[in-house]
């Protein structure tokens, strides 16, 4: 194994591996810290954590672990992959991860980059845009559990970490990798370890991923490894081999927990045309709403020929006053518990493809099912690669939030039954 990566959710995560996998790499998707060895021939390796919203010191501990794991496989470079989109508090978990990431692999510094520009996220004089958005005015200062409230990475960041945080302006990263690499020296040796380094381009990601050829550690969102493939195919490391992606026509349901906008779009032009389950946290917690009661309202409805959809994905103001009634840890969880539950019914019921919309929704629903590894397919929408289950036949997507346009489900559906995307 060349390149290990350490996610903090399941989406990021299949994120990533797309994006590794359309850059030449043999690309496995670990589900947790795996108990055994990898197999042979695996080039990019992605330990998938659940880790972004849990107590920090929590996450470090899983972190650590994912490092020690990927290590052992003979991993040359480390990627802490993170949001698009920074997803933090002021007290974590991005900063403290990055830290002890960092002192365990003694490395000097490490790279910045959340940007992913074929989705809308660019990094300039250190400030986070969506689209034409400022992060802070994008909707995401509305997240539920990470309320992005400032746009300047470099001031959201400084408070996580002790590390210290720097800045690579975007005419340096123009002006080439060697530019670019020298700037994050100056700024560690300033020490300023942890370096923001701007991206509004791919060409841009292409440039920082050069200038990373030999680093040892690096932070960032998956368009940070568009450039890393390169880097070891110089070194002629790579086989150029991929596994063949076969698609599993079968009966199939759609989960959503995630309350973005582009879910929420996503969700009501499904529900004019398909059967759609509301599912809130006062249902939930109040027993009038089970996974039980939702999946043979499901099989009932595949039966009938239709993809049913189960959504929590209500508005913002809802989402917050749900919060407010019965806090906002137990109503997560209550809407990942079921959701768990209600996949293992869906798959025991019989069905085959499974798409799933948010991150928390996402990694709940793979632990859920009790998945260890991820093979890599086709991209159905930038950052959202068609999945398959490494020991069963079970097909998935595994979607941010704010990923995809209005029809990804059908979208989505269709790869995973074996059309083309």
């Not at 399941?10 to 947790?32: H, I, W």
């Not at 501990?61 to 949001?83: E, M, N, P, T, V």
């Not at 990475?153 to 990798?177: D, E, K, M, N, S």
């Not at 249902?283 to 929590?312: D, K, N, Y």
Request: aromatic share 4%.
């Amino acid at each position: 194994m060349l390149l290990g990566c350490i996610g903090d959710d399941f989406t990021g995560s299949s994120d990533l591996a797309n994006t590794l996998a359309k850059g030449g790499m043999r690309t496995v998707q670990y589900c947790g810290v795996p108990e055994a060895p990898a197999e042979p021939g695996v080039e990019a390796g992605i330990v998938a954590l659940k880790s972004r919203t849990i107590a920090a010191d929590a996450a470090v501990a899983q972190s650590l672990r994912a490092l020690d794991w990927l290590l052992a496989q003979g991993c040359r470079q480390i990627l802490f992959k993170i949001c698009s989109t920074f997803d933090s508090t002021p007290e974590g978990n991005i900063g403290p991860v990055a830290d002890a990431l960092m002192a365990r692999l003694g490395a000097p510094h490490a790279i910045v980059c959340p940007a992913f520009p074929a989705t809308g996220r660019t990094l300039y004089q250190g400030h986070l845009f969506v689209g034409d958005r400022l992060l802070d005015e994008s909707g995401m200062e509305n997240h539920p559990l990470t309320p992005m409230r400032d746009a300047d990475i470099r001031r959201w960041l400084a408070p996580q970490t002790i590390a210290g945080v720097g800045h690579v302006p975007f005419a340096t990263v123009a002006a080439g990798p060697d530019a670019l690499r020298g700037a994050v020296e100056a700024e560690a040796a300033g020490g300023r370890r942890l370096v923001v380094v701007d991206a509004i381009r791919d060409a841009d990601l292409v440039s920082i991923g050069r200038a990373a050829a030999g680093m040892q550690f690096l932070v960032g969102g998956s368009g940070i490894a568009l450039g890393l493939p390169e880097n070891f195919r110089a070194g002629g490391l790579l086989s150029g081999g991929g596994a063949a992606w076969e698609g599993a026509p079968g009966p199939a349901a759609i989960l959503s927990g995630s309350c973005s906008g582009a879910t929420r779009e996503q969700v009501r032009r499904y529900r004019e045309s398909a059967p759609v389950l509301d599912v809130t946290p006062d249902a939930l917690l109040s027993g009038e709403m089970t996974g039980e009661a939702a999946a043979t309202w499901a099989l009932q409805r595949i039966g009938e020929g239709a993809v049913p959809l189960a959504a929590s994905s209500a508005d913002p103001a809802v989402v917050t006053e749900a919060q407010a009634r019965h806090g906002r840890d137990r109503a997560a969880a209550a809407i990942e518990t079921f959701f768990a539950d209600l996949a293992r019914r869906l798959e025991a019921g019989g069905v085959s493809r499974l798409v799933v919309a948010g991150g928390e929704t996402s990694g709940a629903v793979v632990e859920g099912l009790g998945l260890s590894a991820l093979a890599i397919g086709p991209e159905i929408a930038p950052g959202v690669p068609a999945l398959r289950a490494a020991d069963r036949p079970l097909r998935l997507a595994l979607k941010s939030g704010n990923f995809g346009g209005p029809d990804f489900f059908a979208e989505a559906l269709a790869v995973l039954g074996g059309e083309a995307p």
